[in-house]
């Protein structure tokens, strides 16, 4: 049985992950996916931009257009992925409201389908979430068939208009199969069932993207849901160190001891292996180092800031020098659900 706990999220059912690119928007996605089927979930973690990012993360082949389990989660949970393909997608939407698979089959040969999901990209993203919607819906012996949906979201800059399909289709459809579809997806994607969680840095671009985000989000009634702040690096010195290293004051005196008792500086005042260098050049390059370090982290409390002023619940993950491997994986989703994410 699914363990209980204390969640921020105890309602939602889909979880749409969202950020600007290069802010790790697919690694919090399968984080977080993973987070939510520990305790013997099923989760659905699906992918709408076709670029196969989570076969990657999770070291399997490239997922078809068909549901196949990619982890099992401590606890005995199952993470399942989905890589929704338009046309696909499409094809599965004429079968099922036209009844039209075979003549869709043609049209996918002659190059129609790739030609309308282009030409309307509302039509498209009705495609999209319209699969998000009906796996969060789906049952199976009266249950439903998952616990959880995640989505791999686009970035943040399209990620109002792709979850506001009804205003997307509105010049389109008015009525008819595609409206009702919209009509839907707009049920669950607007109601308390979904959240949309925002990945950020703390740079000034990602930032001010996720404040825009939210924004626009708000302005299209859609849910807003937490900002989880990626790659956080640890400051290397105290605050008040940081403060003197801002200003070039560290202890000159006290980083050459320090050298010196680590073998880094010899007796003769040089650096080790490197006797043509003098140990105070060593000391000022190092003063200089902290003094960029503390100024990126004075940089990074002021991005803190700004983050605070969306009001949202706010979750860190470290910054992995090492990369991000399975086994990462796993340890971003226990810090999701340390932080009460999931």
Same mark, same amino acid.
């Given at each position: 049985m699914p363990t209980e706990r204390a969640a921020d999220w105890p309602h939602v059912r889909l979880h749409v992950v969202t950020g600007k690119g290069g802010t790790g928007k697919t690694t919090v996605a399968a984080a977080l996916a993973?987070?939510?089927?520990?305790?013997?979930?099923?989760?659905?973690?699906?992918e709408v931009e076709g670029? +196969?990012?989570?076969? +990657?993360?999770?070291?399997?082949?490239?997922?078809?257009?068909?549901?196949?389990?990619?982890?099992v989660a401590p606890g005995g949970g199952e993470v399942f992925g989905l890589a929704i393909d338009p046309e696909e997608?499409?094809?599965?939407?004429?079968?099922?409201?036209?009844?039209?698979?075979?003549?869709?089959?043609a049209l996918k040969r002659m190059g129609a389908i790739d030609f309308a999901t282009t030409i309307a990209p509302g039509v498209r993203d009705v495609l999209l979430t319209g =699969?998000? =919607?009906?796996?969060?819906?789906? =049952?199976?012996?009266?249950?439903?068939?998952?616990d959880a949906v995640v989505m791999d979201a686009p970035p943040t800059?399209?990620?109002?208009?792709?979850?506001?399909?009804?205003?997307?289709?509105?010049?389109?459809?008015?009525?008819?199969?595609?409206?009702?579809?919209?009509?839907?997806?707009?049920?669950?994607?607007?109601?308390?069932?979904t959240a949309v969680h925002l990945v950020t840095l703390l740079e000034e671009m990602p930032v001010q993207e996720?404040?825009?985000?939210?924004?626009?989000?708000?302005?299209?009634?859609?849910?807003?849901?937490?900002?989880?702040?990626? +790659?956080?690096?640890?400051?290397?010195?105290?605050?008040?160190? +940081?403060?003197?290293?801002?200003k070039r004051q560290l202890d000159a005196e006290t980083i050459t001891h320090d050298l010196a008792k680590a073998g880094v500086l010899t007796g003769a005042g040089t650096l080790a292996g490197r006797p043509h260098i003098p140990a105070a050049e060593v000391v000022a390059a190092l003063v200089e180092e902290g003094a960029d370090h503390a100024e990126r982290v004075a940089l990074e !409390?002021? !991005?803190?800031?700004?983050?605070?002023?969306?009001?949202?619940?706010?979750?860190?993950?470290?910054f992995l020098p090492e990369g991000v491997d399975l086994g990462a994986l796993y340890d971003l989703a226990e810090r999701l659900r340390t932080q009460d994410m999931a």
């Open positions: 993973l987070a939510l089927a520990t305790g013997g979930r099923r989760v659905l973690l699906l670029r +196969q990012g989570l076969a +990657q993360l999770f070291d399997v082949p490239p997922l078809p257009y068909e549901e196949r389990r990619l982890a997608a499409l094809l599965e939407y004429l079968e099922m409201f036209y009844n039209l698979r075979r003549a869709g089959s =699969k998000a =919607k009906e796996a969060v819906r789906r =049952k199976r012996d009266g249950a439903h068939s998952y800059g399209r990620i109002a208009r792709f979850l506001n399909v009804n205003t997307e289709v509105a010049g389109l459809a008015r009525t008819g199969p595609i409206r009702s579809q919209a009509d839907a997806v707009m049920e669950v994607i607007g109601s308390r069932l996720t404040a825009d985000g939210v924004r626009e989000l708000r302005a299209a009634g859609l849910p807003v849901g937490g900002v989880v702040v990626n +790659q956080v690096r640890a400051p290397l010195l105290s605050p008040a160190a +940081q403060g003197r290293a801002r !409390q002021s !991005q803190r800031d700004d983050i605070a002023l969306l009001e949202r619940p706010t979750y860190e993950l470290p």
